[in-house]
Every structure is written in structure tokens, then in C-alpha cells.
């Protein structure tokens, strides 16, 4: 039989990284065939798929920011490898990834699954940018493109303000492999025992100025330190979080790491108390799916993503924005409260193995593309 073949197109980085790494590695590969075109300088690890074998692969100039010469640049030369490669889909993965693949697949008739692991309109601090980016994925919503949603909220709003029609909308709940061993940290680690954490760089996506208020009530009740993973690319909201942590007098309540490895992460999240995400949004975020696998209950605002994973007085608390106090509360709760601990800490496991164990869930995928092609 035939092998359907499936190009993926996307800026490979953070969580889409880890999505694509995710599927490629359990995709099966007696029936299907991936190749990868990606940025020129968002990795430098190459892609392998489930027998361990590197992917044939293409890097084209995608970067987060908006270039009229190096998007125009990548879109004709994405055609052109699409026109080569001959495939039978294209799996776009992130905004820029959504761009360029969608319209490489306009230009030669390719079907297109568009996975946005969070719409690019969400992002806008402006309400012009706001309306400029929406127009755009309004536009990019017609034609051959099917929206293959990472979440419920992320599908729903797929339907209600881009306006996909819902026979245009599918969903794959973003799914890891279980996590079995936790390696030793390769950087000093250079915080207490007792802390929490949260994954993500300070940028108005992230909201990590909320969490430094959050630390700020909660420190006023519990002795507590955060551990913030994320720095580097991107983080452009770096000035404001350190200067509210020298004014909130917190500088020795909080590290702040740079990127680092999956494995580092994993292990800071397995030894955290609880993790932590004050985020706007989000598509399906893998740090709260990695600290459910890992049996961590959550605290974390009620935005698209975060309520999708976490249920209150389930696996964790889900407090709206701004909600400052209450979430602080929350924190306290669980930190003074070991049976409530324990019992949200079984049902986090258990939320991970029903909804997002790839081992599970990656048969579902593998019918998608193929209810595409008929």
C-alpha cells in the first residue's frame, strides 16, 4: 500500500517543537511518510521518526516576526518543494507555519490541515493588530484548509470568530509519551527545595507580571520560591518582570532560568510543589500536560488551553484574570492541605492517561489524515 505522505510546515519552537517531535515519533511508519520544512535557526535537532530514522527536511527563512522579503522569500520556496515533494498533505503547525503552508497549498492544489497552537490575533497588545491579524487568518480560513484544533476552546473559537465552518474544523487534543525516567539537571540548581514553577518567557502572552503579583499576596502567608523557565527568544517583557520583582522586594523569591532542555524542565516540574501559568491564552500548553503525566496538581488562569486541561477541584484550580488574591488563595490551599494534595495529584495522572497519552491517542491522528484524503 501506498504510503500518504505529509509535508510539515511550521517555526520550531517551543511547545509547536515539542508537538511535532511528539507525533513524528509515534506516526506509523509503514504508512506514512514525513518531511519537515522548518526555520533556518529555530533548531538545530534534527527530526526523526519512530524507527529512530531522520526525516528528510528543509529549512526556509521563518522567523516569529514579520518580514515582507523573508515571508514572501519562504512562501516560493515552500512551493516550490511542495511541487517536488508531491505530497499528499501539508500539516501547518504555528502562525508563521499557518501562513506559508497554507498558501504553498493554494498555489499547488495541496490540501492543508492548519494547526495554530493558539491563534495569531490573540497576541495583539493593539486592537488594530488585533483586527489586521484576525482579517488575516479570515482570509487564510478559505479555500482547500481544514482547522485541525489542538483543543476544544482553540476549535471553538476556530468556529465563532474566524469563522471556519464546523465541517471545516477537527480536533487533536495536543498528546506526549508517558514520562518514564527523569534525568539529572545539567544546570546548578541554585533554588530552595520548596518552590513552584512555571514554564513560559515573560512576554504579554505568558502574563508573568500577575504571577509576580500572585507570589507577592502569597509570600505574605507562605514561605514560598518560583521558579520561572523561559528566557531568551522572544521574551520581550523581561525588563517589566524584573523590575516588579525589585519592587515587590522578591529578588530572593524568584529564579528566573533561561531555555534550557526538555529534560532539565521535566525534572524542575517533577520536583515542583505545584506548577503555576498566568497566561492570556494558550492552544493546548505541554508544560501543564507534562506536570499532569508528571502527577502535578495546577494553578492557572481560565484562558483557552489552561481550561480545557484543568477542572477546579479536580486536578487543580482554574482562576480568571487579574483574580490576583484567589489565585493566591489557591496556592495556600493546596500547599496546607495534604489530602486535597494527594487526591488532585491522583487525578491529574489520570487526566494525562484518559486524554493525552500519545501512546493512546495517536491512532486518531492517523485516521484524520486519512479521512482527509477521501
Known amino acids: ?31 506514512f511518510e514525513n518531511i519537515v520544512i522548518h526555520g533556518d535557526s529555530d533548531t538545530d535537532k534534527e527530526f526523526v521518526n519512530k524507527d529512530s530514522k531522520p526525516l528528510v527536511h528543509y529549512l526556509l527563512p521563518i522567523y516569529r516576526e514579520i518580514s515582507l522579503l523573508n515571508d514572501l522569500s519562504s512562501i516560493l520556496k ?27 497549498g493554494f498555489l499547488t492544489g495541496t490540501k492543508v490541515l492548519h494547526t495554530p497552537q493558539a491563534f495569531s490575533f490573540l497576541s495583539a497588545e493593539s486592537k488594530i493588530k488585533e483586527y489586521v491579524f484576525l482579517k488575516i487568518e ?22 465563532r470568530e474566524v469563522g471556519f465552518p ?35 518567557r515573560p512576554c504579554y502572552q505568558k502574563n508573568i507580571e500577575e504571577l509576580i503579583q500572585v507570589l507577592y499576596e502569597l509570600n505574605k502567608n507562605v514561605d514560598i520560591h518560583l521558579v520561572i523557565l523561559g528566557l531568551g527568544h522572544h521574551a520581550d517583557h523581561i525588563k517589566q518582570v524584573e523590575n516588579l520583582i525589585t519592587k515587590l522586594n522578591l529578588k530572593d523569591k524568584v529564579t528566573l532560568l533561561n531555555w534550557t532542555t526538555r529534560e532539565d524542565v521535566l525534572n524542575i516540574i ?16 505541554y508544560s501543564i500536560i507534562e ?40 496556592i495556600g490551599v493546596l500547599l496546607q492541605d495534604e489530602k486535597l494534595y494527594d487526591e488532585f495529584s491522583k487525578n491529574a495522572k489520570n487526566t494525562f492517561e484518559d486524554g493525552h497519552n500519545i501512546y493512546k491517542k495517536i491512532k ?3 485516521s484524520i489524515y486519512r479521512d482527509q484524503l477521501k
Open 1 to 31: 500500500m501506498k504510503k500518504i505522505k505529509i509535508v510539515h510546515v511550521l517555526h520550531s519552537v517551543g511547545g509547536v517543537d515539542v508537538s511535532l517531535r511528539q507525533i513524528l515519533h509515534n506516526l506509523d511508519t509503514e504508512n
Open 78 to 104: 515552500a512551493w516550490k518543494i511542495i511541487r517536488k515533494e508531491k505530497p499528499d498533505l501539508i500539516h501547518s503547525h504555528s502562525t508563521k507555519g499557518g501562513v506559508i503552508g497554507r498558501i504553498a
Open 138 to 159: 479570515k482570509l487564510l480560513s478559505k479555500g482547500n484548509t481544514v482547522l485541525l484544533a489542538s483543543s476544544q476552546s482553540e476549535l471553538n473559537r476556530a468556529i
Open 166 to 200: 464546523k465541517n471545516k474544523t477537527d480536533l487533536f487534543n495536543n498528546a506526549i509519551e508517558p514520562i518514564e525516567k527523569i534525568f539529572d539537571l545539567s544546570i546548578p540548581k541554585t533554588w530552595p527545595d520548596q518552590y513552584l514553577c512555571t514554564v513560559g
Open 270 to 285: 517533577s520536583k515542583s510543589k505545584l506548577y503555576l501559568s498566568t497566561a492570556r491564552y494558550e492552544g493546548l500548553p
Open 291 to 330: 506536570s499532569l503525566a508528571l502527577a502535578i496538581p495546577c494553578v492557572v488562569s481560565d484562558c483557552d488551553g489552561n481550561r480545557d486541561l484543568i477542572t477546579n477541584d479536580y486536578n487543580g484550580y482554574c482562576i480568571k484574570e487579574n483574580k490576583t488574591l484567589e489565585f493566591s488563595n489557591k
Open 364 to 366: 486518531d491522528l492517523e
